[in-house]
């Protein structure tokens, strides 16, 4: 029997990376990306999505439900909220690149028709599907990258990577070869499950407020 999954140690993008030609080749080749298992659940890629010369570029971890439908990332709950935590931190989010460390949505379900559970994808699909962001953050050059929550933060910065530790910091690293500035916060579905939502979301605000310094 042919078949065309990749073994298990094998996972990667990589293969389904166009050398050439800009963004809109990028998002159809990832259309097609088979690089690891998440394709076979999931209703379609979700690439990133905004403009080549975005200054800024946002990482979060995962499309949830909505942007699996939708095909675009950040609009659902989650994204509303981000959206509403740049525009009040001085960012427009038209003017961001917004993507995500992982192109396909991670869920569980109980039942077939039943709701479908966000499930945070695991080191070896995060690195699978890291050759894309690799792409992007070559293409789009942006001059800084906000952190969005622990797994886009182990995607970029390493498994050792805490949020608590370094939110609303700028760092300065090498990623895929280049030298990165990064300021990480939380994810800000973290927000809408916090206890202290209010709280939770002036602490995004905040940490927002220093990207925003950065690109004044
Ligand atoms: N959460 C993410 O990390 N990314 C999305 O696109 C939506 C929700």
Redesign the pocket.
Known sequence: MVTTRAPEDAYTAGPFVPEHGGLTALRKAAAGCRGCPLHRDATQT?FGAGAADARVMLV?????D??DRQG?????P??KLLDRALAEAGIDPGDAY?T??VKHFKFTQAEPRKRRI?KAPNLREMTACAPWLAAELALVEPELIVV??A??GKALLGSSFRVGEVRGTVLEEEIHGRRERLVPTV???SVLRADDREGAYQGLVQDLRTAARVLS
């Open positions: 979700v979060g971890e995962q499309p949830g909505q942007e675009k990332p950040f609009v659902g989650a994204g917004v995500n460390a966000h969005l929550g797994t886009a994810h800000p579905s």
